[in-house]
């Protein structure tokens, strides 16, 4: 069975860093692209940052150059560094082994619980 846990969410404020962590288990970790995903309530899911199992990496436009996607395959973890905040980044965000699908990425499990980051001063 597949378990994607995320943690390392919190209240931080405008200009701040946090670094979100993912622990996977379940899945060939290495031989999985990975995304991070972020969703807000009314709204999708937002994919903000992809890795592929070699390293390669891919940012949405509203995170570009502020935030960084890793992952330590000995340790089945991917990590989101997030420097900059904003208010607009407040969000639950989620991890994911991801596939691509028709014309999109999509997550290939069940989601986990998400990790909550709210950016307030």
């Known amino acids: 069975q597949v378990q994607l846990v995320e943690s390392g969410g919190d209240l931080v404020q405008p200009g701040g860093s946090l670094r979100l962590s993912c622990t996977v288990s379940?899945?060939?970790?290495?031989?999985?692209?990975m995304g991070w995903y972020r969703q807000t309530p009314g709204k999708e899911r937002e994919l903000v940052a992809r890795i592929t199992g070699s390293g390669s990496t891919v940012y949405s436009d509203s995170v570009k150059g502020r935030f960084t996607i890793s992952r330590d395959n000995a340790e089945n973890t991917v990590y989101l560094q997030m420097n900059s905040l904003k208010p607009e980044d407040t969000a639950i965000y989620y991890c994911?082994?991801?596939?691509?699908?028709?014309?999109?990425?999509?997550?290939?499990?069940?989601w986990g619980q998400g990790t909550q980051v709210t950016v307030s001063s």
């Open positions: 994911n082994a991801i596939v691509f699908v028709g014309s999109g990425w999509s997550g290939r499990h069940s």
């Open positions: 379940g899945i060939t970790f290495r031989s999985n692209a």
